[in-house]
């Protein structure tokens, strides 16, 4: 079985969906972290960012897998580095080149095949797992998701400013529902889940249910 979260920046899908895939005792793939780990290798070998063929090419080359929550970059754990501010910056150039997201999409794909899944990103009920059996859009007001940034900024020690990360946030959410391939939409068949006033808790709750729920019906 699959499930799908998707919904932009910020909404909690990453915490929410690693606790439900261990709820669900179901694998969890975390698919904006693939996308920023080509944003480090490409960084690192100093791409230009209107090098799409260059960013595609790459992105094609590199190794990327999982391993017990970790992300792994050619073998190097990257799962710090992809959290990175200037990363968040240069993920785009990831994430609105079609060729890389072809190839990523492939990827994920592969991963499903091999068995339950919680997955999460902004395409996953959409077009990678369009025929998954549970889908949530999981979302939040947006000063309630600069606020959550904000928090985990601080806690990597960083110092942001919240009209800097609002700002940021809404140019994001932007280029997330509009790019040509893989935009953030909602699936019709997604149920939306918005998060705020809820715990944590509540939400992961309320989405093992609503999974439970699915699953009973498609056996
Ligand atoms: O979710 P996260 O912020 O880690 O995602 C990083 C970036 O990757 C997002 O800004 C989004 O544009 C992109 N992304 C995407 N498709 C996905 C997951 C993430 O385009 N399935």
Known sequence: MIVTIDGPAGAGKSTVARLLAERLGFRFLDTGAMYRAVAVAALRRELSRDDAAAWADL????????????ILLDGEDVSDAI???HVTAHVRYAADNPQVREHLVQLQQAIGRTGDMVTEGRDQGTVVFPHAECKIFLTASPAERARRRVDDLRQRGEAPEFAAVLAEQIARDERDANR????????????????????????????????????????
């Open 83 to 85: 959290r990175a501010s």
């Open 59 to 70: 992105a094609r080359r590199v190794e990327i897998r999982f391993e017990d929550h970790r």
């Open 180 to 219: 040509s391939v893989g935009p953030l939409v909602k699936a019709p068949d997604a149920i939306e889940v918005v998060t705020d006033g809820l715990s944590l808790d509540d939400v992961v709750h309320r989405l093992a249910a609503l999974a439970t729920a699915r699953k009973g019906s498609a056996t």
